[in-house]
């Protein structure tokens, strides 16, 4: 079965680099969630989209932003990257059913290292 | 969305049944309680759900108390690749974000 693809899988950047994280969905979902890991950390909720419009906003920088496409994948910009930015990123999708549970699948994550 | 609390972490005997409590205390009536798992820098993997009654599938089974204020997954045979962090999450609508606390680091041993 398909499952959540994530690229890069590893990231190497620079202070006060940008860096693009892309996320390609389970074909047919319509909700994609970011969550970010920090080392030793749980994972935290930075956005989410739904139908290619913001649905719900957690703790992410100012310096970050993420849009969803209309083929339904979505990319997280990061823009003045500092040290702190390290972690990993996951991304999550789910088809929305309002009625329903709705269970959300995790890709396997990229890993941001910002030296 | 209710917090919830875990014991840390957990050693469990390969072949053997683990016991994983959650306590939710503040859970409202319309809170689903939720197990992930991750597997060492994996992306989480959902295990069970549930809202009042007991439940099971392939993977483990959810025992809800009665009142809802707390709840323990199993794991009816533990193997070396169960050895994971172990979420349990509350949460109130069927499609928003997970807010994952502080897990139980769960190891298996041979």
């Known amino acids: 079965a398909a499952g959540v693809i994530q690229s890069p899988r590893h990231l190497i950047k620079e202070k006060r680099e940008t860096a693009t994280l892309k996320c390609y969905p389970i074909p047919r979902h319509d909700t994609v969630y970011w969550y970010q890991q920090g080392p030793g950390q749980d994972p935290q909720f930075l956005i989410s989209?739904?139908?290619?419009?913001?649905?719900d906003k957690g703790s992410i920088p100012d310096r970050f932003s993420a849009q969803q496409f209309s083929d339904y994948h979505s990319e997280l910009n990061m823009s003045s990257l500092e040290l702190g930015d390290s972690a990993l990123y996951f991304c999550?999708?789910?088809?929305?059913?309002?009625?329903?549970?709705?269970?959300?699948?995790f890709g396997p994550g990229t890993r941001l290292t910002v030296l | 969305d209710a917090k919830t609390t875990q014991p840390p972490s957990m050693d469990c005997a390969e072949g053997r049944a683990a016991n994983l409590p959650c306590n939710h205390s503040t859970i409202s009536g319309n809170e689903y309680v939720y197990w992930y798992r991750q597997i060492h820098s994996q992306g989480p993997q959902y295990i069970i759900h549930?809202?009042?009654n007991n439940e099971t599938n392939e993977m483990a089974s959810l025992i809800i108390t009665e009142d809802r204020k707390s709840s323990t997954l199993i794991l009816p045979h533990a193997t070396l690749r169960d050895t994971a962090v172990y979420y349990c999450i509350v949460r109130a609508d069927s499609w928003g974000k997970f807010q994952f606390g502080a897990g139980t680091q769960v190891v298996v041993t041979p």
């Open positions: 549930g809202l009042k």
């Open positions: 999550a999708s789910s088809l929305m059913i309002r009625t329903e549970y709705n269970e959300q699948f």
């Open positions: 989209f739904y139908e290619k419009m913001q649905s």
